[in-house]
């Protein structure tokens, strides 16, 4: 600022022409304001105080940084981009000074603006309860600054946080679609996860390329093997099986301590991942979860299966059911009839009743005239999810499974129609019911009714591998009890 001085004002002064209290007046302006005389130094601009963040000198630093933060919200575009600096000094900065700035907009209403008004404040868990927080506000008003936070929040932990937020947002905010003009370049591994969601909806291929850079990010930045377990369970839940196999791998091939729980779940997504494949494979990855379990000193473990909720003993009794399961295909497809024999045994001493055991194992017990065991396999699950069906009878999904469960252990084949057709009453040109409204008309000795189903089925999912040769099966044999 130029400092004005009474003795500056020469008789030639134009302000002597004034009466006294104006020219007094005039001077607190000038003084105030620094409007006295043009400044030989110009006011420092938000990039030109940017570089000074890694001067060497402290007290410039220092200075910097006390003058970005006056500048306050013009400033925040500035330090934004400086977290993306190759400067790990200048990021360092950026990122205490970018919590110091402003977080509301004037767009923001009102609850989101006093949300944010101390989000700068909290540590990173506290800002994963605001989020949670705007996530939650029932008029959805919250999630256009969750989606403006992923891009802005300085820790990666936050921005984990905010993505799998979005992935549990049904449907995805449109503000969503902003991320797509972002940059893929030099963002961070979570950025470039929100970036690929925002693209699922439009272009399928980017979405899954985009999701690939992020975790060869993960790889560069040397991730702990718990955020490559949770990437995984992302990426498998949006159907990219393959990206997600790979992250289950990469978490337990990466260097370091291992948590036993997160190994464990690591090895049990695994073998879901491939039990349709590999049952082999599928059964030693249960083995070695359930090892890796038993030393987690009790740590809580939940199944969730066929819709119903399973904890810790329970919880291992499904995975170990599961795991013989695995290994009695296993034995069949080797021709070891011995050793299927031994783990149908430990299946059966189990009392297992996840659907996708039951299904096989109760026409397996027919073949070989255990038809007292199939029964009592078969009406355990069938007590278990017609139980859920009378729960809560708006409920598709249950009506369908348990048609499905009646009709491919060949039980009940005319319950199996009524149920699937509830189904698809509740839930009108759903692919999969119709898929299953055929498998059951097909063991009630319908088989045209069986074509007819399935090949509407497929105009509406066209070029669904199962459900072609469940059309083939349909067309060119008789109903069988054994699928």
Known sequence: MCVLRLADLTPKSPLLNYPYNVRYAFLILLLLTGLSAPSSKPSPTAESLLSDLASPDPKTRTAASNQLLILGLSARPVVLAALRSPNPEIRARASDLILKLPWTTPADPGEVQRVLTEYGQHDPANRIHDVTMLAKFSDRAGLPAVVRLLTEDPSDSVRWAIVAVLHETDPLPPAIASLRALDPADQSSPVLAGIALAFSTTDRDKSQHLYQQASEVLLRDNAPAELHLAFGDLLADQGLRALGR??????????????????????????????????????????????????????????????????????????????????????????????????????????????????????????????????????????????????????????????????????????????????????????????????????????????????????????????QAQLKRFQQHPPSTQP
């Open 246 to 467: 790979h992250e289950y791998e990469t978490s337990l091939s990466t260097p370091g301590q291992h948590l036993p729980l997160p190994t464990a779940l690591a090895h049990f997504q695994l073998a879901t991942l491939i039990g349709d494949s590999n049952d082999r494979a599928a059964a030693d990855h249960l083995k070695a979860g359930i090892d890796a379990y038993s030393q987690s000193e009790g740590a809580g473990l939940t199944v969730n299966r066929d819709n119903i909720r399973l904890n810790n003993n329970d919880a291992l009794d499904d995975l170990r059911a599961v795991m013989h399961f695995h290994y009695y295909r296993a034995a069949i497809a080797d021709h070891d009839p011995i050793l299927a024999n031994q783990h149908l045994a430990k299946l059966l001493a189990l009392n297992p009743s996840r659907s996708e055991v039951v299904l096989e194992v109760v026409p397996a017990l027919k073949q070989l005239h255990r038809t007292a065991e199939a029964q009592t396999m078969f009406n355990r699950a069938y007590q278990s999810v017609k139980a859920l069906t009378e729960a809560d009878p708006t409920n598709a999904q249950n009506f369908n499974e348990l048609a499905w469960l009646c009709a491919r252990c060949d039980e009940h084949p005319d319950e199996a129609i009524a149920l699937s057709l509830k189904a698809l009453q509740l839930s009108p040109n759903n692919p999969a019911y119709m898929d299953t409204a055929a498998e059951a008309y097909f063991h009630a000795g319908h088989p045209d009714q069986a074509v007819s189903y399935e090949s509407h089925a497929l105009k509406l999912h066209p070029g669904d591998e199962f459900m």
